[in-house]
């Protein structure tokens, strides 16, 4: 997503996206480049689950870390995030579907409890618990 796409989004701003790849140890280059993967459609829909929540989201990954092979994490169609919403993951869930969210994940072994939501194709709803 290039910067200037940022200024339709009314939740997300690039310094934001660019303040969390920072914090992650990458340069201020290496941020720019991950943030230009991050497709704007993506972060559309995104910005209308924020608004959908009422709360702030915080992305735990975007197009950054370790995923499956083919992940939509790298074709920038994908995050991880929390929330610090009171409401209960079937509330935040039925807002992912309202923001046409088809495939979703839960990760409730999280510190906070998180989510995954993508824009792939197909339907899909899991969620990772602790390995044993």
Not at 57 to 86: M, P
Request: charged share 25%; with cysteine.
């Amino acid at each position: 997503m290039i910067e200037k796409g940022f200024k339709y989004l009314q939740y997300f701003s690039y310094k934001e996206l660019e303040n969390h790849y920072t914090g992650k140890g990458f340069s201020i280059e290496d941020s720019k480049k991950e943030i230009k993967k991050i497709s704007e459609w993506y972060m559309m829909k995104m910005d209308l689950l924020r608004s959908l929540i009422g709360d702030p989201i915080h992305f735990n990954s975007l197009t950054d870390g370790t995923h499956v092979q083919n992940s939509y994490h790298y074709k920038g169609e994908a995050g991880d995030w929390r929330t610090t919403s009171k409401k209960t993951p079937n509330q935040i869930l039925q807002h992912c579907i309202e923001a046409d969210f088809k495939r979703i994940g839960w990760y409730p072994e999280w510190n906070t409890p998180g989510f995954h939501t993508d824009t792939g194709n197909g339907t899909a709803l899991w969620t990772r618990k602790n390995k044993v």
